[in-house]
């Protein structure tokens, strides 16, 4: 009895916790766009902005972005050409 109880309760919070990975998926309220241009489009605008947003992630999103650019500029070295980030020196 002593097991059930102890796998009950570390089962709950697990539970509870991977519940709200959960995809979620915006709600669309009818407003007046809505109206405008249907069911349709408004799904396809969803599926278009959520395959971006796959997009970034996969690619390591702003971070990575920031740090290819810091990378290519050469950080806080200051390179020859005068780019780079010479007010550091």
Known sequence: MRIIRAFIALSLPIAV??????AMHPQVYPNEQYQKVGAA?????????????QEYVKTGGQGS?????????????????GEGSRSFW
């Open 17 to 22: 916790t991977l519940s709200g990975c959960a």
């Open 41 to 53: 489009v408004t799904d396809e605008d969803i599926a278009d902005c959520e395959a971006k947003a």
């Open 65 to 81: 972005q920031m740090a290819g650019e810091t990378a290519r500029k050469g950080g806080c070295h200051p390179e020859p050409s």
